[in-house]
């Protein structure tokens, strides 16, 4: 153990003891059963949608229990980090509603990105060269890439423990001359496991568990020559875990092996345990086998994706509140989102992202909206991804009104649920709109069903000089159903089909001509009341464009 001067002399003289950050940071004096949780989101990349899953769980738990929720920046690994990552993670709480009780400025025990944080890190790593918990490693790259070369020649575990921790038992003369040379160091934690030890532990979703204890010396502070002076992940958490005072931990299953490493830390730092949450990954099924879904090869595997595409975020929080817990799924909406979530009823199997099974939640919760609420959340949205359609819906607010009431209301047995997320606006809406919609001039036009151009034009000029704007929809039908007669169509598709070569269609494809004239696709509300909701004039308009 080297002497404490040598040790004190390796850190700015007016570096804090730990009695200054324990009184900076005292205990909550929260009740016993409340749970303060943390999301460590590390910006080396955009979030994914496991990070809001956690998220949403370490909120809802913090908030049922009398807690508070933290969102921490975990970003010591600077040189990977992604400009513009911050602030996403921040866009991506609002929209989905899980905004944390303390992040950023907000909260008494920041500073809340651990790059700010270095002082305090610091201290404590001071405190375990002190104690000897910790010493400092001069191994370079070469050294220890021949020291895992050769554990993986002799089928041994690879690492830095035993006695292949070559500066772990070095002498303070050896230890004084490597700094007297300037030599670059890293600072290691002296592991007290052993080869074949088990350390046993009780997760707050899996129940007791054991796993191989952690023999490796870690590094906690990364080198010497470079600045700021940053933690490595192991001990950051460690720390600000404790000065924070989170008493839960919910993160996926991947790090369970760290946590003999975490442990061993909070024991050597003299601090209490946390309790740990372990979840099972977010899954995909491809074909016949499920895997981990994976930002790299699923685009739905960002988080960016949902607000791009315009989920609302009630729709996604309750879908996902029924992978937590599948009693939510059986739940009304509001109730599911209010119901607290329990960690005892986590699964350990990996729940899979069906994103139809997402759409058809997202359309029914829009179907309950008001038209007016529906305009202002498309219009939230598309004031960043659409901004044509903002002025479109500023301007013709009146007609968008209209139209988001056909075949919807509560006058309505089965509304219309064509609008899962604001993105399909355009889509489900946007032929409502003669700013947005594209006259179909073309009579060869595949959307028409391959009649003859002369046929098309006759059928549309007789439509359009006869037309009755009437508010009877069987009355309004008759006019296509005359105009079909006299134009050679079959009275209906049975006998179109008896003798094909008789007709050039039935009524199904007369009424098809007008439908794609007036909405410009093979699918459409009931025509009647698009018509009637585009008025005389805009029906006229269009379907002269087939003449």
């Given at each position: 153990m080297l ?7 390796l ?25 303060v ?9 955009f ?10 769980i ?16 975990e970003?010591?690994d600077?040189a ?25 400025s907000?909260?008494?025990?920041g ?26 490693c ?25 006695r292949w ?7 303070a ?5 490597a700094?007297?040379?300037?030599l ?17 532990f009780?997760d ?15 590094v ?17 958490h ?28 909070f024991?050597?730092?003299?601090f ?16 016949g086998?499920?895997?981990?879904l ?6 739905e595997?960002s ?16 879908y ?17 989102l209010?119901?607290p ?5 986590c ?7 069906d ?9 029914d919760?829009?179907?309950?909206l ?25 301007s ?5 009104l ?7 209301g509560?006058e ?6 064509d609008?899962?997320k604001w ?39 007789d439509f ?8 009877d ?7 296509i159903?005359?105009?079909?007669g ?24 007369a ?6 004239a ?30």
């Amino acid at each position: 153990m080297l002497d404490r001067a040598v040790v004190d002399a390796l850190f700015p003289s007016d570096l804090p003891e730990p009695s200054h950050w324990e009184e900076q940071y005292p205990p909550r004096g929260l009740g016993a059963d409340a749970k303060v949780t943390r999301l460590g989101p590390s910006p080396t990349g955009f979030l994914h949608i496991g990070g809001l899953y956690v998220g949403m769980i370490d909120r809802d738990v913090a908030s049922h229990s009398g807690g508070s929720y933290i969102v921490r920046v975990e970003d010591t690994d600077q040189a990977r980090e992604v400009a513009g990552a911050v602030e996403q993670f921040t866009r991506a709480f609002e929209y989905f509603g899980i905004q944390p009780d303390e992040a950023n400025s907000v909260g008494a025990y920041g500073p809340y990105h651990q790059s700010q944080r270095e002082q305090i890190y610091l201290t404590y790593v001071r405190e375990l060269l002190r104690s000897g918990d910790a010493y400092l490693c001069f191994a370079t790259k070469e050294e220890l890439a021949d020291i895992t070369a050769r554990q993986q020649a002799t089928k041994l575990p690879t690492g830095y423990y035993g006695r292949w921790a070559i500066w772990r038992d070095r002498t303070a003369d050896d230890v004084a001359a490597a700094l007297k040379a300037g030599l670059p160091y890293v600072v290691r934690f002296r592991s007290p496991g052993k080869a074949g030890e088990r350390t046993s532990f009780v997760d707050a979703i899996r129940g007791p568990l054991e796993h191989e204890a952690n023999r490796n010396d870690v590094v906690i502070l990364k080198a010497s020559d470079q600045s700021p002076r940053l933690p490595t992940y192991h001990f950051a958490h460690a720390v600000d875990d404790h000065l924070m005072r989170v008493n839960l931990v919910i993160r996926g299953e991947e790090w369970i092996s760290s946590v003999p490493t975490h442990l061993q830390l909070f024991d050597a730092l003299g601090f209490e345990r946390v309790e740990y949450a372990h979840i099972a990954p977010l899954m995909k099924q491809q074909g016949g086998s499920r895997r981990k879904l994976s930002k790299r090869k699923d685009p739905e595997a960002s988080v960016e994706y949902f607000i791009e595409a315009g989920y609302p975020a009630e729709a996604v929080q309750y879908y996902m509140r029924g992978l937590v817990n599948a009693r939510l799924a059986e739940l009304p909406l509001a109730e599911a989102l209010s119901a607290p979530i329990s960690l005892a009823e986590c699964g350990v199997a990996g729940p899979l992202v069906d994103l139809v099974k997402l759409e058809d939640i997202s359309a029914d919760y829009v179907a309950t909206l008001s038209g007016a609420e529906i305009i202002s959340r498309v219009s939230s949205w598309a004031a960043t991804y659409d901004p044509e359609l903002v002025s479109v819906l500023e301007s013709s607010r009146d007609e968008a009104l209209a139209a988001l009431q056909v075949e919807r209301g509560p006058e309505v047995a089965n509304p219309r649920k064509d609008l899962r997320k604001w993105s399909d606006f355009r889509t489900a809406y946007g032929f409502f709109f003669s700013s947005l919609f594209s006259l179909v001039t073309d009579r060869s036009d595949e959307r028409l069903g391959g009649l003859p151009a002369d046929l098309i034009s006759a059928f549309a000029a007789d439509f359009a000089d006869g037309y009755l704007d009437v508010e009877d929809g069987q009355e309004w039908f008759g006019q296509i159903r005359e105009l079909a007669g006299k134009h050679g169509f079959a009275p209906n598709p049975k006998e179109f089909k008896k003798n094909p070569d008789a007709y050039p269609g039935s009524i199904k494809e007369a009424a098809q001509l007008i439908r794609v004239a007036l909405t410009g696709s093979n699918r459409s509300p009931d025509l009647h009341a698009v018509a009637r909701t585009l008025g005389r004039d805009e029906v006229l308009r269009r379907v002269r464009a087939l003449v």
